[in-house]
């Protein structure tokens, strides 16, 4: 079964250091989104990315944090300059379309900042 | 997107069904039912969705009540491997939404 990888599985950083956090999502698929996890609380939605733009976004992303599909297949979330409140699993979804609503998550990469 | 609530925690014996209500009062006529769970700090994996008919798959079976205000996630029998938390969204079916996880059941599935 196809599936979303994600890359690192975990990352360890340094405040104010930039991480960048990969995703291959489902080949077919087109839009593609981040969310976030911080231990203990609720799944929280990033931001969702279609026809190579950000379509929709949280107030939790703000300049700090960019998206890019930069070969067509890698959709990749950086973090510019990292603080401790961004520690936290971040987990990459696709969905095909319009006909399957669906979304697909990966494993996600747990990011500590220290 | 329309708010759900749902139990904080459930516990069913292992083999017999679990069934997960959610309340889901302000629905919109487009909008459809999802339901996802959570393995541990797995990603969120998509078990099944409906509009207003009862659906059936491999994992789940969705009961939607006449008024769709309020629906049920059926585990037909649970097994340990079912222990996670499971979460009801209500979503416009354009793929491009995104989903609003809420706190979600913790279902515990004892031996």
């Known amino acids: 079964e196809p599936e979303v990888t994600q890359t690192p599985s975990h990352q360890v950083t340094q405040m104010g250091q930039e991480v960048i956090l990969r995703c291959v999502p489902i080949s077919n698929h087109l839009y593609f989104y981040w969310y976030r996890q911080i231990l203990g609380q609720k799944v929280e939605f990033l931001v969702s990315?279609?026809?190579?733009?950000?379509?929709?976004k949280s107030e939790i992303f703000d300049d700090q944090f960019s998206v890019e599909r930069p070969d067509g297949s890698n959709f990749t979330l950086k973090i510019r300059s990292t603080k401790l409140e961004d520690s936290a699993m971040y987990f990459c979804?696709?969905?095909?379309?319009?006909?399957?609503?669906?979304?697909?998550f990966g494993q996600g990469t747990r990011l500590t900042v220290v | 997107d329309a708010k759900t609530t749902q139990p904080t925690s459930m516990d069913c014996a292992e083999g017999r069904a679990a069934n997960l209500p959610c309340n889901h009062s302000?629905?919109?006529?487009?909008?459809?039912v999802y339901w996802y769970r959570q393995i541990h700090s797995q990603g969120p994996q998509y078990i099944i969705h409906g509009l207003k008919n009862n659906e059936t798959n491999e994992m789940a079976s969705l009961i939607i009540t006449e008024d769709r205000k309020s629906s049920t996630l059926i585990l037909p029998h649970a097994t340990l491997r079912d222990t996670a938390v499971y979460y009801c969204i209500v979503r416009a079916a354009n793929a491009g939404n995104m989903l609003t996880f809420g706190g979600g059941t913790r279902l515990m599935v004892k031996p």
């Open positions: 979804a696709s969905i095909e379309g319009e006909m399957n609503t669906e979304a697909f």
């Open positions: 302000t629905i919109s006529g487009n909008e459809y």
């Open positions: 990315f279609y026809n190579n733009e950000i379509s929709e």
